[in-house]
């Protein structure tokens, strides 16, 4: 069965860093891409970052270029997604999701159940 | 860079059945979308893709209540024999080799 844990929100102050993570289980964590996903308080879902299955193509949307750096260690199963310069429209739940393929170019198919980032002073 | 549009809520009778639109921006018509389903409080729980086609591939569990088709850039989800538990946002999603998108979401109200 297909489990997707994230770790490591919580409260930071605007200006200030944090890293999520995304421990896999389940599957051959290295065949596949995966993706973070966010959702602010009452809004709707924004893709926010993607890598391939090696770890050598990364995609970022354009809110968080530059700012945020998503990585995955495939000998320990998990993701990560380094965020810094964090700003309070970034305060959301961060939704790791695994792709059905190594590319990002492929449907999802799976969930995690979410870690919340509060930026706010 | 693909949009997806959807409408903003939507609302049906227990037991009735609703359909959903996503409808993909000009020039990417023959894209294939996924939907996913969110009930309050929850993660999403990702239901399906759908090529343009109209050809579906549902998730892991998902009933044979809900069920896909295609029209041109529209893609649909169709769900039948509403239940309580249907009660959700639901959101489409697009990719391509950079990139992922997904629609503003609508939101089931179950009568």
């Known amino acids: 069965e297909v489990h997707l844990l994230e770790s490591g929100g919580g409260l930071v102050q605007p200006g200030g860093s944090l890293r999520l993570s995304c421990a896999a289980s389940?599957?051959?964590?290295?065949?596949?891409?995966m993706s973070w996903v966010r959702q602010a308080p009452g809004k709707g879902l924004e893709w926010v970052s993607a890598?391939?299955?090696?770890?050598?193509?990364?995609y970022y949307a354009d809110s968080v270029k530059g700012r945020f750096t998503i990585s995955r260690d495939n000998s320990k199963n998990t993701m990560y997604l380094q965020m810094k310069s964090l700003r309070a429209e970034d305060t959301a739940v961060y939704y790791c999701?695994?792709?059905?393929?190594?590319?990002?170019?492929?449907?999802?198919?799976?969930w995690g159940q979410g870690t919340l980032v509060t930026v706010s002073s | 860079q693909p949009v997806l549009t959807q409408s903003s809520s939507a609302s049906a009778s227990l037991g009735s059945s609703v359909k959903f639109t996503c409808t993909l921006s000009?020039?990417?018509?023959?894209?294939?979308i996924a939907w996913h389903q969110q009930q309050p409080g929850k993660a999403p729980r990702y239901l399906m893709n759908?090529?343009?086609?109209?050809?579906?591939n549902k998730g892991s569990g998902v009933p044979d209540r809900f069920s896909g088709s295609s029209s041109g850039a529209d893609r649909y989800l169709t769900i039948s024999n509403l239940q309580s538990e249907d009660e959700a946002d639901y959101y489409c999603?697009?990719?391509?080799?950079?990139?992922?998108?997904f629609g503003g979401g609508t939101k089931l109200t179950v009568l």
């Open positions: 000009s020039g990417h018509s023959s894209y294939i």
């Open positions: 999701a695994k792709v059905s393929d190594g590319s990002n170019n492929a449907s999802p198919d799976y």
């Open positions: 890598i391939s299955g090696t770890g050598d193509s990364t």
């Open positions: 389940g599957f051959t964590f290295s065949s596949y891409a």
């Open positions: 999603e697009t990719w391509d080799s950079k990139s992922r998108v």
């Open positions: 759908l090529q343009h086609s109209g050809s579906y």
